[in-house]
């Protein structure tokens, strides 16, 4: 009888394991969904843009500001949702974030006043910041040591939605737009969080035919897709009792590294200069192209493929690479790639092979290294609403920064190549970083700890002594 009750406990334990992993995958699905919806609509701006300029009656150099508008409220939805994401359900936090998305996205077409147009966009920035912290430590609390795949899913479906969002909207138009946008701006549509140049700007005419409404279309199925992904959240958070909240539960028993804000200080530095590398390679490469090395508006549309084909690519293959490579070998790896790729960007791009290769090579190297710190540093610290906002407002920061300082100083500067020497000056950065994050990382614990442990030991060992002299006698 006892046999049979063991088993049949043994099988209910079984059954429990099954159904755990079995939420952990549906939670993992549900997040890549949503992070494909983040990319579209982060994407989506670009090629609409002089939609949206003409919907307001404005030129499109006038409305740049939407941007940092976005930005702005990326910034703040990053550093609210780290600290809701501590103190509420995850994903209920997600659901209600997706839901503020899709109202944004819904109301954007028909929004012809500037003013409002910022302040939706601004929402609409809040509520993906918030996505973006969130769905990065809802994964992290899902999987635990086993989230680098995991992760690299997650940041792949970002790329997959920033990629798939130019053909959305382009068949949303109706193929219209390209009659009417210069091939810079088509290329500009390729390119993942990518922010159009004042000139770019400024040289773009809103278009002003009958098929201008046309582009409500992209912003409504795109926020209906991500409606419906809200309602899986929903269904997560009525189930009660999420694998988040078990894992969270554990992962508390993991202790933080002994310099744990200095690591995410510099984790918050490290991705400041990454993704501000990454972003402003992407939208100026074109640029580049056609003024320094002097190559015709396909050969310069074809670089600036490579770069972001590369790129996503190699993200894809993450996932697997994951799967038998620690995330430090692979930061390492993408590190040294990328100093090798951007010193040969910045010294000898006047070779048209070394300028073809080391774009793809500095695209494809740069693709791995947000996610894989990620999984670093989870790691060696446990890292939770707080220190996840803190390292994706870095994130931010640089994609919002650097670009900017580029674009300013080639404008100051028209005889030097100022996005390679960026290029290579971040790369130096991020390869004299990454020791230091390692050598914090691993530093002892406290003596305070290992004092505990001296005393509980002696303490057993004077029981032991106690017991054996009671046998003795």
């Known amino acids: 009888m006892f046999e049979a009750a063991g088993a049949a406990g043994g099988g209910w334990r079984c059954c429990r394991c099954v159904d755990g992993n079995a939420l952990r995958w549906c939670i993992t699905g549900a997040l890549c969904a949503s992070f494909l919806g983040l990319g579209m609509s982060i994407a989506v701006l670009g090629p609409t843009f002089p939609n949206l300029a003409a919907n307001v009656r404005k030129n499109v150099s006038d409305i740049y500001y939407i941007f940092v508008g976005r930005s702005l409220g990326y910034l703040g939805g990053s550093v609210v949702g780290g600290v809701l994401f501590d103190c509420m359900n995850a994903s209920l936090l997600l659901a209600l974030s997706m839901l503020a998305t899709t109202a944004g996205l819904y ?21 993906m910041g918030i996505l973006d912290t969130g769905g990065n430590v809802l994964a992290l609390n899902t999987w635990g040591s086993e989230v680098g795949p995991h992760i690299q899913a997650l940041h792949f479906s970002f790329a997959a939605g920033a990629f798939l969002a130019p053909i959305l909207a382009k068949m949303a138009l109706g193929g219209h737009e390209s009659e009417e946008l210069p091939e810079a701006e088509k290329t500009n549509q390729s390119v993942l969080k990518s922010v159009p140049t004042a000139s770019a700007a400024s040289a773009t005419p809103a278009p002003k035919d009958h098929h201008d409404e046309d582009f409500l279309w992209s912003y409504i199925i795109i926020g209906t897709y991500i409606l419906l992904i809200s309602i899986f ?14 894992a969270k539960a554990s992962g508390h028993k993991g202790k933080l590294a002994k310099h744990h804000w200095a690591l995410i200080g510099l984790l918050f530095v490290f991705f400041l200069f990454y993704v501000g590398a990454e972003v402003t390679y992407g939208s100026y490469v074109f640029t580049y192209a056609m003024v ?47 100093a090798a790729s951007s010193s040969a960007l910045a010294f000898f791009a006047h070779y048209r092979v070394s300028l073809w290769v080391g774009t793809a090579v500095y695209g494809a190297s740069m693709a ?5 710190g990620i999984s670093w540093i989870e790691q060696y610290t446990v890292v939770e609403g707080k220190s996840a ?8 920061l640089g994609e919002m920064c650097i670009p900017a300082v580029v674009g300013y100083l080639q404008g100051r500067f028209h005889h030097i190549p100022v996005v390679m020497y960026t290029a290579f000056a971040t790369s130096v950065i991020t390869v004299l970083l990454f020791p230091v994050m390692y ?31 009671f046998y003795c006698i």
């Open 107 to 127: 109301g954007i077409p028909w929004c012809k006043e500037a003013l409002l147009l910022t302040v939706l966009m601004s929402v609409i920035g809040g509520s």
């Open 233 to 246: 959240f929903f269904v997560f958070y009525a189930k009660g009792s999420s694998a988040q909240d078990k």
């Open 292 to 338: 320094f090395a002097e190559m015709t508006e396909s050969e310069a549309a074809a670089l600036n493929s490579v770069f972001w084909g590369a790129f996503a690519t190699c993200r894809g293959l993450a996932i697997f690479g994951a799967a038998f490579l620690y995330p430090g070998t692979m930061i390492l790896m993408s590190l040294l790639s990328s």
């Open 368 to 372: 791995t290294i947000f996610p894989s």
């Open 389 to 396: 906002a803190l390292f994706v407002v870095g994130a931010a």
């Open 439 to 469: 050598k914090l990382a691993n530093a002892p614990q406290d003596d305070d700890s290992k004092e505990e442990r001296s005393v509980i030991g002696d303490a057993e060992l004077s029981y032991l002594m106690k017991e054996e002299r």
